[in-house]
């Protein structure tokens, strides 16, 4: 079955980086679109970024662009979030997910001083 364990979140000052990962397994990683979403404490989940199967087309939502950066290693079924200069409202579990509705389990995200 599908499955998907994000890691690299914690603690971080304002204007930080942190690196998400998503290890994924159960199906075929290298054909699928694949998203990285938050959900902010007391908040709707929010759509942050896409990439394409290939890895050579990426999306932003507008909170993030310029700021954080969607990848994908297919030989290790792996897909990261680069996140630099980070703000306090970036704060959130983030999670990847499939297209079909996948979710990991999440990484807690915290940007404070």
């Known amino acids: 079955q599908v499955q998907l364990v994000e890691s690299g979140g914690g603690l971080v000052q304002p204007g930080g980086s942190l690196r998400l990962s998503c290890a994924a397994s159960g199906f075929t990683f290298s054909s699928y679109v694949m998203s990285w979403v938050r959900q902010a404490p007391g908040k709707g989940l929010e759509w942050v970024s896409d990439i394409n199967s290939g890895g050579g087309s990426t999306y932003y939502a507008d909170s993030v662009k310029g700021r954080f950066t969607i990848s994908r290693d297919n030989a290790k079924n792996t897909l990261y979030l680069q996140m630099n200069s980070l703000k306090p409202e970036d704060t959130a579990v983030y999670y990847c997910?499939?297209?079909?509705?996948?979710w990991g389990q999440g990484t807690q995200v915290t940007v404070s001083s």
């Open positions: 997910a499939t297209p079909g509705g996948s």
